[in-house]
């Protein structure tokens, strides 16, 4: 089974408007930590926001804010006000603590578009 | 402050030739990590590193690639008798030493910096 799943290949969204960007994850661990990444057409991934799987509320960074939906094991990244420069691949990751190390396990991405 | 980075930017190689690839972490990131993102996909795990011992392989596709790292620094990334499947981009990254402990994935953002890539081309 798939550890990270993003269902959406493609999104779509105007300017100044919010876009969810819907990511589920699979693990049995109690202890892990999931990441989004944004990585323009450049190349380099960027690191954007986390969330700990024991962290009480949802985590924010600026415009970025994650949906934890511990229960149904969800993660979904909302981008508040989208600008033209939140054209990019997003990536949804995950850290099982049970591993002992940090090795990221990515999902395949969502390429999000904004347009004027 | 530096960030991750890798040379080359691009290689293009010709089936059955070997290539190197480097990357230089961020100073004082002891652990580093070595993924391949072939077109359209996600980041595929290849090596990590603690210092300069490599805990785990197990991501490594065939025993044509090998990595090492020297001094707790710099990391080559070999691939011997290349071939068209190998092409992708290779992503190097680091972080700072990497948490253990059963609790650690749930409590410690400690993201991992990443480096703009070798887009390797086997012809």
């Known amino acids: 089974a798939q550890k990270i799943t993003q269902t959406q290949p493609g999104m779509f969204v105007q300017e100044k408007e919010a876009v969810t960007l819907d990511c589920t994850y699979d693990?049995?661990?109690?202890?892990?930590?999931l990441f989004w990444y944004k990585q323009p057409s450049s190349g380099e991934m960027i690191f954007l926001i986390y969330?700990?799987?024991?962290?009480?509320q949802n985590a924010t960074e600026g415009r970025y804010s994650l949906n934890f939906q511990k229960a149904r094991k969800s993660a979904n990244l909302v981008i508040s006000a989208s600008q033209l420069g939140d054209s990019a691949m997003y990536f949804c990751?995950?850290?099982?603590?049970?591993?002992?190390?940090?090795?990221?396990?990515f999902g395949k991405g969502t390429m999000l578009l904004v347009s004027p | 402050g530096a960030g991750v980075s890798q040379s080359p930017s691009n290689k293009v190689t010709e089936k059955g030739k070997d290539v190197e690839l480097r990357c230089d972490p961020i100073?004082?990131?002891?652990?580093l990590y070595w993924y391949r993102q072939s077109l359209g996909q996600g980041l595929e795990f290849l090596i990590y590193?603690?210092?300069?011992?490599?805990?785990?392989k197990s991501g490594l596709p065939s025993d044509r690639f090998s990595a090492e790292r020297t001094g707790g620094s710099v990391s080559t990334l070999t691939i011997q008798r290349t071939q068209q499947e190998d092409s992708a981009v290779y992503l190097c990254?680091?972080?700072?030493?990497?948490?253990?402990?059963?609790?650690?994935?749930?409590?410690?953002?400690?993201?991992?910096?990443f480096g703009p890539g070798t887009r390797l081309t086997v012809l």
């Open positions: 990254a680091s972080s700072l030493a990497a948490p253990t402990g059963r609790l650690a994935g749930g409590n410690t953002r400690n993201e991992q910096f």
């Open positions: 693990t049995s661990d109690p202890s892990y930590g």
């Open positions: 969330q700990g799987s024991y962290d009480q």
């Open positions: 990751a995950m850290r099982e603590g049970g591993s002992g190390y940090s090795t990221l396990t």
């Open positions: 100073s004082g990131h002891t652990a």
């Open positions: 590193f603690q210092g300069n011992s490599a805990p785990d």
